[in-house]
């Protein structure tokens, strides 16, 4: 065991060995016996592919670049394919994220398009296609800017013809919904077909603070009718819908209106699952989540009338739900976070996975025997496992006594170790959202950092997901209160239990967490630097028409409504207190991010000006909300190494300096 000092560790995990293995498989399913799902490709540009994995074992990516399966429905996007059988050979519907159009796709044929384009503001976007019961057309949702700015937006259940009749007329999309409802998921039909169940919402309300079950009568000819709101509410968050299949010997009376209906919901305080308006396993652990992007899916029906659920607190597992007896038996193995992305035939349950030894990887599970394997997208240790970090999973005490829940990564290496006097640096980790959470999945972007001696602390501060609705409600406006809070009682309490390096402590996050950590700085004299990713800035201006219509009344439940208290948003913005900031920082941003658009930096560096502050920003170039490109991810990497090696004094073989200004 070599004695280096803290940050001065060799590591084999560089930063375009972590780049390059950032992202994971998603939108699994099926097409006839097949599993299907869509995989990222940093080094393509950070296109994501759609991977088949053919009866015999065989993988292939199906579609070449520059092909990109990616919706951006809501900008955070959806479920975006979908597959059946025709004469024994798929037929595969996608988004392509270039255009937003959907594509129809065959072996040997080239993509065709199914959907026009528009000029109008951000055109016409798709998410959570399915073939219509009659075969004929595909079933999506659908959103249409209507204007010039982000909330001229209407969004329809819709029906597109599958001959691509419509790929250059908008009149041929048949519309299934009304727009009331300014927010709606795609529908699920029942088993006899004959119904459709999605959900809805509406402005000020996120879908974890109110959603409501809407079930619609399916028509001969194909439609709608009588839509009407059957669970749900403004204070209640339904996370997903879908339709029990029946038990085997089933009779055959028709079913009513809502029987079979099952749904997540978080009435008793906890995301549980239900069956008819009944609890089927209650218990305080989430049976769902945030649902950020279109078509997550916590649990799945399955033949016979048993239930696949992903759940869990904090932490999640794989089980199969006996709805009649309530029990529960959770699918062995080493995986310690399951997704939320199920897909179900027969038996056979598939699933996305990982651990802290592995990342995210394809898992069926046959329920007939028990037994789980991996099916796709394999882990393969790229450096020996002895570099990988060690997650302690803490629960820390924050003000007024408050619980805040972490995963502490110390510095790990096998051949090296510290001097004994010498206490580590610690980076903490803010999650966005901020209705986000840690997952105990291996990341080698943590690693690059716990490899060479930096300790690494990811809080799921108060607002996180996984811990109850009344953890989630601490946020309520508390933004930029609660979990500047909640960070640094970890961060202190790290230092004063000997842990961490009280003179060596940074704060990292982005988007939400990239506010966080802003707000941190003018805030608190915790830490001694931050790495700012793609933040929010300029609150006033994010919350009156500078982001996205899906996160536009967003700060009405984390503040509360503009109009109310200004104030409010001036005194927590950091744009507005800029002159507080007297350590170093990175700002790191995507120049097509319509979320938390460049504009936020520009002007919050602006009030910097003529302030001999070291920082550095980095705007890249064809990255939006979030890095996706191996070079991208890789340069961003090594920046912050190199600012936390300026810092705190660290000597980091090989990592390029970062010019910071002055």
């Known amino acids: 065991m070599q004695v280096l000092p803290y940050g001065s560790w060799p590591s084999p995990v560089d930063a375009t060995l972590a780049a390059s293995h950032d992202g994971r498989p998603e939108y699994v399913g099926f097409v006839g016996d097949e599993v299907w799902w869509t995989a990222p490709r940093p080094a393509e540009q950070g296109r994501r592919t759609l991977v088949r994995r053919r009866a015999d074992g065989t993988q292939e990516s199906v579609l070449p670049a520059p092909w990109n399966v990616r919706s951006r429905v809501v900008e955070y996007g959806g479920h975006p394919w979908a597959g059946v059988l025709r004469e024994g050979r798929p037929l595969v519907v996608f988004v392509h994220f270039t255009d937003q159009r959907l594509y129809r796709y065959e072996q040997g044929v080239p993509p065709r398009p199914l959907t026009p384009l528009s000029p109008v503001g951000g055109g016409l976007r798709w998410a959570e296609p399915q073939v219509s019961p009659a075969g004929d057309e595909v079933w999506c949702v659908l959103e249409e800017f209507t204007g010039g700015v982000p909330t001229d937006v209407r969004r329809v259940l819709a029906a597109v013809p599958l001959d691509g009749s419509a790929a250059d007329d908008r009149a041929a999309v048949r519309e299934l919904t009304d727009d009331r409802r300014r927010f709606v998921t795609g529908a699920r039909l029942s088993p006899d077909g004959r119904r459709a169940a999605w959900l809805a919402w509406d402005h000020p309300r996120m879908p974890w603070d109110g959603t409501e079950v809407i079930v619609a009568d399916v028509t001969d000819d194909g439609n709608l009718s009588g839509a009407r709101v059957v669970a749900g509410g403004p204070g209640e968050s339904i996370a997903q819908v879908d339709w029990a299949r029946p038990p085997q010997d089933a009779g055959a009376t028709a079913p009513t209106a809502e029987d079979g209906l099952l749904y997540t919901s978080d009435r008793s305080g906890w995301w549980n699952l239900y069956r008819d308006h009944r609890p089927l396993c209650p218990r305080d652990e989430e049976f769902g989540g945030a649902l950020w992007k279109l078509g997550q899916r916590w649990f799945a029906p399955l033949d016979g009338g048993l ?10 597992a794989l089980g199969v739900l006996d709805p009649e007896s309530a029990e529960l038996v959770d699918a062995a193995g080493p995986w310690t976070e399951f997704a939320p992305t199920l897909a179900v035939r027969g038996g056979r349950v598939v699933a996305v996975a990982g651990s802290p030894r592995s990342a995210y990887e394809v898992v069926e599970l046959d329920t007939a025997t028990g037994r789980a394997r991996v099916i796709g997208a394999a882990h393969e240790d790229a450096v020996d496992p002895a570099h990988y970090p060690e997650p302690r999973i803490r629960t820390f005490t924050g003000p007024d006594g408050r619980d805040v829940h972490a995963h502490v990564y110390p510095p790990h290496h096998p051949g090296h170790a510290a001097p004994d006097h010498e206490l580590p640096p610690y980076v903490v980790w803010v999650h966005g959202g901020p209705t986000d959470r840690a997952t105990l999945v291996l990341d080698l972007e943590i690693a690059y950092f716990t490899s060479r001696g930096l300790g690494v602390a990811v809080v799921d501060y108060g607002g996180s997901t996984g811990y109850g609705r009344e953890y989630r409600e601490r946020l309520r406006e508390q933004w930029g209160v609660v979990d500047v809070e909640d960070c640094a009682a970890v961060a202190l309490a790290l230092a004063e239990e000997g ?18 950590a802003a707000v941190s700085l003018t805030r608190t004299d915790v830490y001694a630097c931050a790495t700012i990713r793609y933040p929010v800035l300029d609150l006033t201006a994010w919350a009156t028409g500078e982001t996205h219509d899906f996160e ?3 700060p009405d439940g984390l503040v509360g409504p503009p109009d109310d208290v200004p104030a409010r948003y001036a005194q927590r913005s950091p744009i507005e207190h800029a002159d507080r900031i007297t350590v170093p920082f990175l700002l790191l941003q995507g120049l097509d991010d319509v979320i938390c658009p460049p504009a936020q930096c520009e002007r919050f ?3 910097l000006a003529g302030r001999a502050l070291p920082h550095a920003y980095l705007a890249f170039e064809g990255e939006g909300h979030g890095f996706r490109r191996t070079a991208t991810m890789a340069r961003a990497l090594e920046a912050e190494l190199s600012l936390y090696a300026q810092v705190f004094g660290l000597c980091p073989p090989g990592i390029p300096r970062l010019e910071l200004m002055r």
């Open 307 to 316: 239930v696949a659920v992903v759940h869990g607190r904090g932490a999640t």
């Open 499 to 516: 842990t961490a390096d009280r003179r060596r402590l940074a704060v990292r996050g982005g988007s939400a967490g990239g506010w966080t």
């Open 552 to 554: 536009s009344r967003y």
């Open 605 to 607: 560096l602006a009030r």
